[in-house]
């Protein structure tokens, strides 16, 4: 290969590398709020396959286009292009290549998962909340797993609901304290199907399974509303199975679990049951069949 020739693709290459780099780092803005410890890992993988995509589709599509506009053959050579094969050292390359970025994201993603640690303690050097908060060491994260943030999740066909068994209340509503962590045990009735817990701005996500009791953990770190939806189709209403999820300081924490402490039980607004009961007065025998919404809950805090 000539010498222009190399250097003409040393400098393509550095010019889609920085046009990539770019890319990966806009691409931070696409997501919702880092709002736990887990979202920050998974948007470094994203920001990392990002990147290698635009790599990849900005180099092909390029490719592609000076090719059709300026090696197109004449309009009436009908001719045979050059008659190339047996080249060991491309086939090697364009071999090599996609094996070694195979495997680089492979033990990338093997990496993020084993350190978000969703199911066990989160023994994590990479605890970096900002430069004011800075790593935390496996003994102080075990101090942070406090016995209130551990909380039991019930999901059914088409509500959320929340027990805190450290003051025996129940809510329809989230609340978690910021820098703990939260453990989670999820469940739904025997009888129902599998929901999925996720929070986008937590960018966790776990399956709900019948019969199981599922342990889960993350932390959050970013105090405010968001939002927990069911990420698996779980029948008729399930675009209404959804709660609000908010991250407090411990002391409001604390707060808000002593006064719904005090709340008498009382039903909840089901959007799901709400539906169902309008659809039946307003036509009994609708076109598509659905089971029947669990009843309101019953709990001490519901918006």
């Known amino acids: 290969m000539k010498k222009k ?11 889609l590398g920085g046009i990539s780099i770019v890319v990966g780092q806009l691409s931070y803005s696409w997501l919702p709020p880092q709002a736990s410890l887990e979202s920050k890992l998974v948007d470094n993988l994203f920001s990392f396959l990002v990147t290698l995509g635009t790599f990849i589709f900005v180099g092909v599509t390029g490719a592609v286009i000076y090719t059709i506009a300026l090696k197109r ?4 050579d009908t001719s045979d292009g050059p008659h190339v094969e047996g080249n060991i050292t491309l086939e090697i390359v364009w071999t090599a290549i ?8 492979a033990i990338y993603s093997y990496q993020t998962y084993d350190q978000m640690s969703i199911k066990g303690p989160m023994a994590m050097g ?3 909340l900002s430069d004011k908060n800075p790593p935390a060491s496996p003994e102080q994260l075990a101090e942070n797993v406090d016995p209130m943030t551990n909380i039991e999740v019930e999901a059914k066909q088409w509500s959320w ?12 509503e989230l609340h978690l304290p910021v820098d703990r962590r939260a453990h989670l045990v999820l469940r739904t009735p025997d009888t129902d199907v599998i929901h999925g817990f996720y929070i986008p701005a937590f960018r966790v996500k776990q399956d709900v399974i019948p019969k199981e009791n599922i342990d889960f953990e993350f932390t959050p770190i970013l105090t405010g509303k968001y939002r927990l939806r069911d990420s698996e189709y779980s029948g008729t209403y399930f675009a209404a199975m959804q709660a609000d999820v908010v991250v407090e300081s411990m002391e409001n924490y604390q707060n808000w679990l002593a006064q719904a402490a005090k709340t008498n039980p009382s039903p909840a607004t089901n959007q799901a ?12 025998k609708a076109a598509w069949a659905t089971v029947e919404p669990a009843p309101e809950p019953i709990v001490n805090y519901h918006p």
Request: aromatic share 12%.
């Open 73 to 76: 053959a004449g309009r009436y």
């Open 5 to 15: 020739n190399i250097i003409t693709l040393v400098i393509i290459t550095l010019i």
């Open 126 to 128: 990479h605890h970096h």
């Open 98 to 105: 996609p094996f070694v970025l195979v495997i680089w994201i």
């Open 273 to 284: 049951a709400s539906e169902y009961t309008q659809r039946q007065k307003n036509s009994p």
């Open 161 to 172: 609901v929340f027990r805190y068994p450290e003051k025996n209340v129940t809510s329809t």
